[in-house]
């Protein structure tokens, strides 16, 4: 890992509003795990004792089925974090998460979370702003599984990738599979539909990255005008 605890935390929207005083209490309790491409890193239905947060790499939270069919339910970059409900409940994690390239995380302790929420309320605040931010996410994509076809599914994931990245670039590496593992189609369809995009100067896409070209026709694709 490159960046010290603290600089990752200060990139992590649950931390980044905190006080530096409480964001470098925090950076002292987090201990680093580093795991191999493919590597579990937690299980679906294991203790949920800990907050994750991504240093390095890209992680993918998945459910598998009986079949061992994967369902993403989201990819997560440097600066992510998963694990957070785990922070409020002593429930079991609800889905399996694996390093889709070498990966670096610090954990935190739901016991050491909690010491520091007692004696600072602005943590608490931030923890229930983020959440609330994840469950409007959750929303919008439910509505998007249920309401579109697969143009556009595939236009609104685009669309969200990018916001999340804060711009018009997606530089999370992204299949078509992984896209179709994340919509509920085939890889198939999705290569069709990116090749569309492309054609119509929707999309730009190269090795690195994907581009919003024309976001007010991706976003008609979309169905969000």
């Known amino acids: 890992m490159s960046l010290t605890p603290l600089?990752?935390?200060?990139?992590?929207?649950?931390?980044?509003?905190?006080?530096?005083?409480?964001?470098?209490?925090?950076?002292?309790?987090?201990?680093?795990?580093?795991?191999?491409?493919?590597?579990?890193?937690?299980?679906?239905?294991?203790?949920?004792?800990?907050?994750?947060?991504?240093?390095?790499?890209?992680?993918?939270?998945?459910?598998?089925?009986?079949?061992?069919r994967e369902v993403i339910l989201s990819v997560l970059a440097e600066g992510s974090f998963f694990g957070e409900m785990s922070l409020i409940d002593d429930q079991p994690r609800s889905a399996t998460v694996i390093a889709m390239t070498d990966a670096s995380v610090l954990v935190l302790r739901r016991e050491d979370f909690q010491a520091r929420l007692r004696s600072?309320?602005?943590?608490?605040?931030?923890?229930?702003?983020?959440?609330?931010?994840?469950?409007?996410?959750?929303?919008e994509k439910i509505g998007s599984l249920v309401l579109l076809d697969v143009n556009g599914r595939v236009a609104d994931l685009l669309l969200r990738l990018a916001?999340?990245?804060?711009?018009?670039?997606?530089?999370?590496?992204?299949?078509?599979?992984?896209?179709?593992?994340?919509?509920?189609?085939?890889?198939?369809?999705?290569?069709r539909t990116m090749r569309d995009f492309v054609e119509r100067g929707l999309i730009r896409v190269t090795r690195r990255e994907i581009a919003i070209a024309n976001r007010s026709l991706l976003e008609r694709a979309a169905g969000r005008s």
């Not at 929207?13 to 005083?21: D, I, Q, V």
């Not at 602005?122 to 409007?136: D, F, N, Q, T, W």
Request: hydrophobic content about 40%; charged content about 30%.
């Open 120 to 139: 600072s309320p602005e943590v608490a605040i931030a923890l229930l702003r983020e959440l609330s931010r994840r469950l409007r996410r959750a929303d």
């Open 7 to 68: 600089e990752v935390l200060k990139k992590v929207p649950l931390f980044a509003t905190m006080r530096e005083g409480d964001i470098t209490a925090f950076a002292e309790l987090v201990r680093e795990r580093s795991y191999p491409k493919g590597s579990v890193i937690v299980f679906e239905d294991d203790p949920g004792d800990a907050l994750y947060l991504v240093a390095a790499g890209q992680v993918k939270v998945v459910l598998i089925g009986e079949d061992g």
């Open 163 to 191: 916001d999340e990245e804060g711009g018009e670039e997606i530089t999370k590496k992204i299949t078509h599979h992984v896209i179709a593992q994340m919509i509920g189609s085939s890889r198939e369809t999705v290569s």
